[in-house]
Nanobody, 120 residues
């Protein structure tokens, strides 16, 4: 079993930075990558979770097309923790952010999600 503990969400003022943490606990030997997804709410933008960024154990990174160049993902293997950071948050960054762990041969694991609201 794997548990993903997310932290760092909440109310953030526009143009401020955001850093989310995802600490993975449990049986991690088959972990291939850990990443962050987000799902925005609202009539026009409610959609499936979109990839923000993902990182493998050897630090190969992958970013979603819509956020390329805006987020930075990193990891601390000693702490089994993955971080995603964005400078200069904008209102459209408001979403629930989910941590995701992909393991070899499955299953995938998801965190419970952390709400990020961008407002002054």
């Amino acid at each position: 079993q794997v548990q993903l503990v997310e932290s760092g969400g909440g109310l953030v003022q526009p143009e401020r930075s955001l850093r989310l943490s995802c600490a993975a606990r449990g049986s991690l030997s088959r972990t291939t990558r850990i990443g962050w997804y987000r799902r925005a709410s609202g009539t026009e933008r409610e959609k499936a979770r979109e990839l923000v960024a993902a990182i493998t154990r050897d630090r190969t990174t992958n970013y979603g097309d819509s956020v390329q160049g805006l987020f930075t993902i990193s990891r601390d293997n000693a702490k089994n923790t993955v971080y995603v950071q964005k400078n200069r948050l904008r209102p459209e960054d408001k979403a629930v952010y989910y941590c995701n762990l992909v393991s070899l041969y499955g299953p995938d694991y998801w965190g419970q999600g952390t709400q990020v609201t961008v407002s002054s």
